[in-house]
């Protein structure tokens, strides 16, 4: 079993930047890859960005050039920077960790930027 604990969420200007952490515990998760979604109030839970175990990632089109996803295997801790901050992004984050297939979800932490 893998466990993941979100932190970082806040409240921020659109503009701003916050970075999150996925803190995990159970398991070594430098073999899984890594995924971080969000989920918008009354909107589908969408991926956001992954980085794989071997340091591959992939940002949704929405994010890219905004947000960089990186790995720290020696703290078992994935982070999500996120950087000129707009509305939209505000929603509950989530990380997960799929080898394959993403069984293993945080409990979120919350986004919320102001215009």
């Known amino acids: 079993q893998v466990q993941l604990v979100e932190s970082g969420g806040g409240l921020v200007q659109a503009g701003g930047s916050l970075r999150l952490s996925c803190a995990a515990s159970?398991?070594?998760?430098?073999?899984?890859?890594m995924g971080w979604f969000r989920q918008a109030p009354g909107k589908q839970r969408e991926l956001v960005s992954h980085?794989?175990?071997?340091?591959?990632?992939n940002y949704s089109d929405s994010v890219k050039g905004r947000f960089t996803i990186s790995r720290d295997n020696a703290k078992n801790t994935v982070y999500l920077q996120m950087n000129s901050l707009k509305p939209e992004d505000t929603a509950v984050y989530y990380c997960?960790?799929?080898?394959?297939?993403?069984?293993?979800w945080g409990q979120g932490t919350q986004v919320t930027v102001s215009s």
């Open positions: 997960a960790a799929s080898r394959p297939g993403y069984n293993y």
């Open positions: 159970g398991r070594i998760i430098s073999v899984y890859t």
């Open positions: 980085i794989t175990s071997s340091g591959t990632t």
